[in-house]
């Protein structure tokens, strides 16, 4: 059974770092999407970094762009996010997210794209 567990959130101040891991289970990397998601209270649920594992292409949302990097090692089966400058918009629940069934690498920021989810990790930034 394919399992995601997240670690690393935290609380910090503005302009602070962190790093988040997701730690997997009961799958190996091969080519798939693996992502970083995010909510905050009241909105919706945002791709913040994903990566192809097959050709290690990447997507950032805008708001990230330049501050977070999304990286990932084979050998441990674990996904990173590092996150740089954080600002108090970053807060909210860090989701860790898998794509076991080998949808395109163009859908990787999509949400829908992964069966996969893990529970979260919380991030929050104060001013």
């Known amino acids: 059974q394919v399992q995601l567990v997240e670690s690393g959130g935290g609380s910090v101040q503005t302009g602070g770092s962190l790093r988040l891991s997701c730690a997997s289970s009961g799958y190996t990397y091969s080519s798939f999407c693996m992502g970083w998601f995010r909510q905050a209270p009241g909105k919706g649920r945002e791709a913040v970094a994903t990566?192809?594992?097959?050709?290690?292409?990447?997507y950032y949302a805008d708001s990230v762009k330049g501050r977070f990097t999304v990286s990932q090692d084979n050998a441990k089966n674990t996904l990173y996010l590092q996150m740089h400058s954080l600002k108090p918009e970053d807060t909210g629940m860090y989701y860790c997210?898998?794509?076991?069934?080998?949808?395109?690498?163009?859908?990787?920021?999509?949400?829908?794209?992964?069966?996969?989810w893990g529970r979260g990790t919380q991030v929050t930034v104060s001013s």
């Open positions: 997210a898998a794509d076991t069934r080998g949808v395109s690498a163009s859908w990787c920021y999509a949400g829908a794209a992964y069966n996969i």
């Open positions: 990566v192809y594992t097959g050709d290690g292409r990447t």
